[in-house]
């Protein structure tokens, strides 16, 4: 993890020495409202590598990873907000905990929401998943919701979530899971972002409900648009750790890396699309659903989450 965050400190420093000739920040709020587009949007690709880590027993991956997203925001009533969200991550790896050598989730959904693009915004979200079980191959469903929300500060969104997630189909995956997210994202300058998160779930095991599983992660980025362009460049790492109620001293790690490109549509910095574009996002621990499984051996029962 310390070298994870090294890596990123660097970049933050590499990516503000490309800024300093940059435009200054806009006008605090307050001074002039922020104009809204009637529709607006990114897309994504990425790709990275993931070590994964399993304590009891001993077992280690390393596995290479790639996926991509697409969030389109539209304004059709003043003030009333309506996002649609597709993304996806797929890892191809060893995977020698399991029989399957490739994990892989997608998810589509939309939030609709109120906002004062210069002071907060409040709403709803629902999404619907899909994520592979390394255990036996098959295909889990969820159905995900909650509620969410953002106080915008000059430069700084302070970002909210909580909700639940619904096990539809699956066999020994996780089921009655709640979740809460925290995440601050910091604009130095409008092209300019440095964001962090941290995620907590709660759920148990479809097959065995006396099993309760804890699921911390985190996460952080750094991304610098190009002026005068529609291109963006990113550096992400995302981190987890789990452990089981039944057997505590069963942990599992993960830390991810990837590097990406993203696309806007019909908004001038990533400042103005955080306010008034496709803001909002999806909390980081939906990519390690496809880890969700159950081993049992003669000597112990050992469950989960990666």
């Given at each position: 993890m310390?070298?994870?965050?090294?890596v990123?400190?660097?970049?933050?420093?590499l990516?503000?020495?490309?800024?300093?000739?940059?435009?200054?920040?806009?006008?605090?709020?307050?001074?002039?409202?922020?104009?809204?587009?009637?529709?607006?949007?990114?897309?994504?690709?990425f790709?990275?590598?993931?070590?994964?880590?399993?304590?009891t027993?001993?077992?280690?991956?390393?596995?290479?990873?790639?996926?991509?997203?697409?969030?389109?925001?539209?304004?059709?009533?003043?003030?009333?907000?309506?996002?649609?969200?597709?993304?996806?991550?797929?890892?191809?790896?060893?995977?020698?905990?399991?029989?399957?050598?490739?994990?892989?989730y997608?998810?589509?959904?939309?939030h609709?929401?109120?906002?004062?693009?210069d002071r907060?915004?409040?709403?709803?979200?629902?999404?619907y998943?899909?994520?592979?079980?390394?255990?036996?191959?098959?295909m889990?469903?969820?159905?995900?919701?909650?509620?969410?929300?953002?106080?915008?500060l000059?430069?700084?969104?302070?970002?909210?979530?909580g909700?639940?997630?619904?096990l539809r189909?699956?066999?020994?995956?996780?089921?009655?899971t709640?979740?809460?997210?925290?995440?601050?994202?910091?604009?130095p300058?409008?092209?300019l972002?440095?964001?962090?998160?941290?995620?907590?779930?709660?759920?148990r095991l479809?097959?065995?409900?006396?099993?309760?599983?804890r699921?911390?992660?985190?996460?952080?980025?750094?991304?610098?648009?190009?002026?005068?362009?529609?291109?963006?460049?990113f550096?992400?790492?995302?981190?987890?750790?789990m452990?089981?109620?039944?057997?505590p001293?069963?942990?599992?790690k993960?830390?991810?890396?990837?590097?990406?490109?993203?696309?806007?549509?019909?908004?001038?910095?990533?400042?103005a699309?955080?306010?008034?574009?496709?803001t909002?996002?999806?909390p980081?621990?939906?990519?390690?659903?496809?880890?969700?499984?159950?081993h049992?051996?003669?000597?112990?029962?050992?469950?989960?989450?990666?």
């Amino acid at each position: 993890m310390n070298k994870s965050l090294l890596v990123m400190a660097a970049a933050v420093a590499l990516l503000g020495a490309g800024g300093a000739q940059a435009q200054q920040f806009p006008p605090m709020p307050g001074t002039a409202p922020t104009p809204v587009p009637m529709w607006s949007g990114y897309m994504s690709g990425f790709f990275g590598a993931s070590i994964s880590q399993q304590e009891t027993p001993s077992v280690g991956d390393t596995s290479m990873t790639f996926g991509g997203d697409a969030r389109a925001n539209l304004s059709f009533f003043p003030g009333i907000h309506l996002q649609v969200d597709v993304e996806g991550e797929r890892t191809n790896g060893d995977f020698k905990c399991c029989s399957q050598v490739v994990k892989s989730y997608w998810s589509v959904g939309g939030h609709l929401s109120y906002r004062d693009p210069d002071r907060f915004s409040a709403g709803a979200f629902g999404s619907y998943i899909q994520a592979n079980n390394l255990d036996d191959g098959n295909m889990a469903k969820y159905a995900m919701f909650g509620g969410e929300g953002q106080i915008l500060l000059p430069g700084v969104t302070l970002y909210g979530q909580g909700g639940y997630i619904d096990l539809r189909e699956g066999d020994e995956d996780l089921e009655n899971t709640y979740f809460g997210r925290a995440a601050v994202r910091w604009f130095p300058e409008p092209n300019l972002k440095v964001a962090g998160e941290f995620d907590y779930a709660r759920g148990r095991l479809h097959d065995n409900t006396s099993n309760k599983m804890r699921v911390i992660s985190w996460g952080g980025s750094v991304e610098k648009r190009f002026t005068g362009s529609m291109f963006s460049m990113f550096l992400n790492y995302n981190g987890m750790d789990m452990r089981s109620k039944s057997n505590p001293d069963d942990r599992a790690k993960d830390h991810t890396v990837v590097v990406g490109l993203r696309i806007f549509g019909n908004t001038s910095t990533l400042y103005a699309n955080d306010r008034a574009g496709a803001t909002y996002d999806s909390p980081n621990f939906l990519r390690y659903l496809p880890r969700s499984e159950e081993h049992t051996s003669e000597l112990q029962s050992l469950a989960y989450l990666v």
